[in-house]
T-cell receptor
């Protein structure tokens, strides 16, 4: 079993739609969680951290469910510019340095 | 802005050649990383360095070595390239634990093709 698993997609949604991605992780001792965004042929960049209490940044909401060991990302009012691959990232050892990346979920927002 | 610069965007090498991938960061970060990214497998950590001359193996270190002689520079070495090492290689840097928010800053990547 992979440490961090994501549905690879693609998720094809129209502009203005709400879309949600889930990610599951295997190490119950994991403490830190993140969503990164990677545009086509570009490097990954931090989108947002995921806190136990949830985290909202504009149209983006991230939530953590420790009991079920999954993380979610909700995007409201999708824009064309949201088209990208979204990477779920976990620190499974809580070492502060070694992050484990999921395979990514590809989102395509269409006019 | 943090800048992580990788020396080559595209390389084509032959099986058995020695390959050097260079990475330089300008933010005085303690940590530096080398990942490879392959379709369906995501990013996998090859090696990690938390200080000059210090290194730790990641998840897939076989066939690779690294060098960190200066804080700002982290090199990935393929002693004898194989076709299975054809991939996108991404360098990243971050602050040490304690100042680390979990954010890695990546370079633009080096796409290596081994023939």
């Amino acid at each position: 079993r992979k440490e961090v698993e994501q549905d690879p997609g693609p998720f094809n949604v129209p502009e203005g739609a709400t879309v949600a991605f889930n990610c599951t992780y295997s190490n119950s001792a994991s403490q830190s969680f993140f969503w990164y965004r990677q545009d086509c042929r570009k490097e990954p960049k931090l989108l947002m951290s995921v806190y136990s209490s949830g985290n909202e940044d504009g149209r983006f909401t991230a939530q953590l469910n420790r009991a079920s060991q999954y993380i979610s990302l909700l995007i409201r009012d999708s824009k064309l510019s949201d088209s990208a691959t979204y990477l779920c990232v976990v620190n499974p050892r809580n070492a502060g340095n070694m992050l484990t990346f999921g395979g990514g979920t590809r989102l395509m927002v269409k006019p | 802005d943090v800048k992580v610069t990788q020396s080559s965007r595209y390389l084509v090498k032959r099986t058995g050649e020695k390959v050097f991938l260079e990475c330089v960061q300008d933010m005085d970060h303690e940590n530096m990383f080398w990942y490879r990214q392959d379709p369906g497998l995501g990013l996998r950590l090859i090696y990690f360095s938390y200080d000059v001359k210090m290194k730790e193996k990641g998840d897939i270190p076989e066939g690779y070595s690294v060098s960190r002689e200066k804080k700002e520079r982290f090199s990935l070495i393929l002693e004898s390239a194989s076709t299975s090492q054809t991939s996108m290689y991404l360098c990243a840097s971050s602050f040490a634990a304690g100042r680390n928010t979990g954010e890695l800053f990546f370079g633009e990547g080096s796409r290596l093709t081994v023939l």
